[in-house]
């Protein structure tokens, strides 16, 4: 047995060995769509699409799940998964639109501005950022910035305006904002910084001779070229944040909450929980059905999301395919 | 983030101006001060955006450090924990420690035949096509997955009643699917694309000239890829191996959830070894979770110098990562591959 191992492989066997166990992945991602599916089912049965509406009170809809026997009754899996999406969407939203902003910015001052010495220390610090694991992202924001925005940034009328509704501790909307835009720029930064050293100098040079000031060249000349580029790193960065859970766990003030604009200020320091998180928070429950199902259709729905970004990011890229660009 | 070209760098400049100053023939610089007001404010705004970055990064590391120096002590590293109502008699982090070590082992350890597998496959046969495509397709579905879904598919496999010898298991025979192999197998699905792609980028990077010698002294395909290809690209798969280490030690859904995040490694069966990896246990991730008011909330100092322990991990192959990449710039002449984030 070990000889016929150890005695070099005939190519066509080789071929197909490596070609089986490269298909193990696909299995793995096929397995993944079935088995959270499946496990999710009872929730659609029982509420169709208008899961995804609202006018629910979550937290009792989970309480009646929670104490509910092994065989619950169908009135028992009624949940309305509204908040958790809309908080997913509002912390996501937020953070990309802050994120993007401060990623291109920075990328053009890495790339096109910053002299080499300055880059030089400049950009291993970045990708630092990008690679702290998230439980240190919460644990600071949950011993620092949540006691932080508590105790400074709240007024006590801010406070009392609120009171018979929720408690403003200071987690909420703003922290959750602040540190999942620390951690998804340095994402795009990587991409965007790729492409920008990618554009050939020529063109920008062009436009600079044509009279236009570097920064204008920049603007109008090397981040157009390098739109699918940003594209593709806002996509990945959505997804990141998407899918982010235990930070946003930490420091979002974990109640299925959904912030109100209308309050004004007040928005920013109000509680919420994203799919994720509440995976996190619910995971203990899922040995009971309806409990157990409602955390899968949660899983499912970001599963389905992250197919989705992938599909996109993938179509965005293919413009930057075309002209030779890597991106 | 790793190819900068030189020309790129001095963009401030119009190059080709005849001047006097300096050899490099750069031209007169047109200076801010001339500019219009939005773009004035947009350069600010550019260079505050890349400093402020900077600074928050120096900051977190500082002040990590600084509350690491403060309660880190030695004996944490080295005692076990135990339950305790005040934060004070807690004992130590070493068992999340060891379940920190033992999940990266396991999840390596699936991860690397798998990726280099399906690397060596994408990059030197992929035929058909197609089925390479769906190959490629699949790693990156994996790769953007968010992974608490990882977790929580890792549960639903593994509460299968097929599974039931792998993991932790109740008298009464129902199956919780927690235990080291339930969660390091899910691990490696976190390790797997940084190592696939470091691994299929630098196969292709491998001049064909390589190839064509190996094949021309009548070796077959695959003893070529044995004895030249993957000895040529052994630093790439080094960096997506330390790729996938940093992102196995980070993870703290997966370890939450499959792991059981026991506060001591609580072993299952008799068999010594195997009983290790059907138990449960917990990381330094969960430790730090379960510490922080978010969890128990017992004690913050503790949570701190996990945490500070953590980060120096991290920085370490961080570090590793930057350092087997200069490394192979300068043997081959190559950029380094897969040092991008």
């Not at chain 1, 220390?121 to 690679?131: C, D, E, G, Q, Y």
């Not at chain 2, 401030?12 to 050899?23: C, K, Q, T």
């Not at chain 2, 052994?234 to 370890?255: C, D, E, F």
Request: hydrophobic share 50%; glycine share 10%.
């Amino acid at each position: 047995m070990m000889e016929w191992l150890r005695r070099p492989w005939p190519d066509h066997r080789a071929e197909r060995t490596l070609g089986a166990v490269s298909l193990f992945v696909f299995v793995v991602v096929v397995a993944m769509a079935v088995f959270v599916a499946t496990k999710a089912w009872p929730i659609f049965q029982h509420n169709g699409l208008s899961w995804l509406s609202g006018g629910g009170d979550l937290e009792s809809e989970i309480n009646r799940m929670t104490v509910a026997t092994t065989k619950p009754a169908a009135a028992v899996y009624h949940l309305r998964a509204w908040p958790l999406i809309y908080g997913t969407l509002l912390s996501t939203a937020f953070a990309l639109v802050l994120g993007l902003t401060i990623a291109v910015l920075a990328s053009v001052f890495f790339v096109e501005l910053a002299p080499v010495r300055v880059s030089r220390v400049v950009i291993p610090m970045v990708r630092l950022l990008a690679s702290v694991p998230s439980v240190i992202y919460g644990l600071i924001g949950i011993l620092v910035l949540v006691p932080f925005v508590g105790q400074n940034l709240i007024t006590t009328h801010e406070r009392e305006s609120v009171q018979n509704v929720i408690q403003l501790t200071g987690a909420g909307l703003a922290v959750t904002v602040v540190i999942l835009t620390i951690m998804i720029t340095p994402i795009m930064i990587a991409l965007i910084c790729e492409a920008l050293a990618s554009v050939p100098p020529s063109w920008r040079e062009g436009a600079v001779a044509l009279g236009l000031n570097p920064l204008r060249a920049v603007r109008a000349v090397t981040l157009k070229a390098i739109r699918p580029a940003i594209v593709a790193a806002a996509v990945l960065a959505t997804a990141r944040a998407l899918g982010e859970a235990v930070m946003i766990q930490m420091v979002s003030g974990g109640k299925s909450f959904a912030p109100k604009p209308v309050d004004g200020v007040v928005f920013f320091f109000e509680p919420l929980r994203t799919l994720a998180s509440a995976i996190i928070d619910y995971h203990d429950g899922i040995g009971s059905p309806a409990l157990g199902a409602s955390v899968y259709a949660w899983a499912l729905l970001l599963l389905f999301s992250a197919f989705a970004l992938s599909v996109t990011g993938y179509l965005v890229k293919l413009p930057l395919r075309k002209y030779q660009t890597r991106g | 983030m790793s190819t900068y070209s030189p020309e790129a760098q001095q963009s401030g400049s119009v190059p080709g101006a005849p001047s006097g100053r300096g050899s490099s023939g750069r031209g007169r610089r047109s200076s801010p001060m001339s500019w219009r007001w939005g773009d004035r404010v947009a350069l600010a705004a550019a260079w505050g955006a890349g400093i402020g970055l900077c600074v928050i990064a120096a900051a977190i590391v500082l002040y990590m450090g600084y509350r690491g120096i403060q309660y880190l002590r030695p004996g944490l590293i080295f005692t076990h924990p135990r339950v305790s109502e005040s934060g004070a008699d807690s004992g130590g982090f070493l068992d999340p420690l060891i379940g920190t070590i033992v999940l990266t082992v396991i999840g390596i350890a699936l991860a690397l035949p798998l990726a280099l597998a399906s690397a060596v496959w994408v990059a030197e046969y992929g035929r058909p096509s197609w089925l390479a495509r769906v190959v490629e397709s699949s790693i990156e579905i994996v790769a953007g997955t968010p992974d608490i879904v990882i977790a929580i598919f890792g549960l639903a496999i593994f509460q299968l009643s097929l599974f039931a010898p792998f993991s932790f298991t109740s008298q009464g025979g129902g199956v919780y699917g927690n235990s080291f192999i339930a969660a390091g197998a899910m691990m490696s699905l976190l390790a797997l694309p940084p190592v696939y792609a470091a691994t299929r980028d630098g196969l292709q990077a491998v001049p064909g000239h390589m190839r064509e010698a190996a094949f021309a002294l009548g070796k077959t395909r695959i003893t070529t890829i044995r004895r030249v290809l993957l000895p040529s690209v052994r630093s790439n798969i080094a960096t997506g191996v330390t790729l996938g280490i940093s992102r196995i030690i980070g993870s703290t859904a997966i370890v939450l959830i499959l792991l059981g995040a026991t506060l001591r490694i609580e072993t299952q069966g008799s068999v010594p070894g195997i009983d290790l990896l059907r138990g449960t246990g917990s990381s330094l991730t969960t430790y730090i979770y379960d510490n922080s008011p978010a969890g128990e909330g017992g004690a913050p100092q503790k949570a701190y110098a996990a945490a500070f322990l953590l980060l120096v991990f991290v920085l370490l192959l961080n570090l590793l990562v930057d350092r087997i990449g200069r490394a192979q710039a300068s043997s081959t002449g190559m950029t380094p591959i897969g040092a991008v984030v």
